[in-house]
């Protein structure tokens, strides 16, 4: 059974970076969309980034210009570089997979709070 595990969670000021890591436990079928996905309590998940098996990104309005998907696809990895970084960015985030429309693969989650 694959896996995806998220790494690289924690706690940062405000216009600090973090980059988290989503790694396959072994190589994803050649048709797999990744999408990190963030929920903040209280609040429902949002879909935050996209990247598409053909390399096509995607991202939610509000980190536009602020957040990078990217893959390593020797590694099995999908990272989610995010950068001036918002209180409001404060939620555990979740990479998934996602195929012929519907998720079928998530991770474990991993914490990010943006406080000073």
């Known amino acids: 059974q694959v896996q995806l595990v998220e790494s690289g969670g924690g706690l940062v000021q405000p216009g600090g970076s973090l980059r988290l890591s989503c790694a396959a436990s072994?190589?994803?079928?050649?048709?797999?969309?990744i999408n990190w996905y963030r929920q903040a309590p209280g609040k429902q998940r949002e879909m935050v980034a996209t990247?598409?098996?053909?390399?096509?990104?995607n991202y939610t309005e509000s980190v536009k210009g602020r957040f990078t998907i990217s893959r390593d696809n020797v590694k099995n990895t999908w990272y989610l570089q995010m950068n001036s970084l918002k209180p409001e960015d404060t939620a555990v985030y979740y990479c998934?997979?996602?195929?012929?429309?519907?998720?079928?693969?998530w991770g474990q989650g991993t914490q990010v709070t943006v406080s000073s």
């Open positions: 990247i598409t098996s053909g390399g096509i990104t």
């Open positions: 998934a997979r996602e195929r012929f429309g519907r998720t079928d693969l």
């Open positions: 072994e190589r994803l079928a050649r048709i797999s969309i």
